[in-house]
């Protein structure tokens, strides 16, 4: 089994545990690098970002920081103390 094969198999692991409503989706895995496409809707018009990482460590730190996000906005919703009251 070559090394490229576990990089895909741990950076697929580490994405699986991205919890959030954006939609993610992985566009491709060359050596250590992996690109990621974020679908972002515009004004109706599909505006994909992307995101690239070198190392497990980058992208495992984008899905921590993607799932905080989420987290915060979820105890917001979920709060008494709503902002926008």
Do not use: W
Not at 6 to 17: L, Q, S, W
Not at 40 to 58: A, D, L, M, T, V
């Amino acid at each position: 089994m070559d090394h490229s094969h576990n990089i895909e198999i741990t950076y697929r692991k580490i994405f699986g545990r991205l919890n959030t409503r954006k939609k993610f989706a992985i566009q491709s895995i060359e050596g250590s690098k992996i690109t990621i496409e974020q679908d972002e809707e515009i004004c109706g018009q599909k505006e994909p970002r992307k995101f690239e990482f070198n190392s497990e460590k980058e992208l495992e730190q984008f899905v921590t920081q993607e799932n905080q996000i989420e987290r915060d906005i979820n105890s917001q919703l979920s709060g008494d103390s709503m902002p926008y009251r």
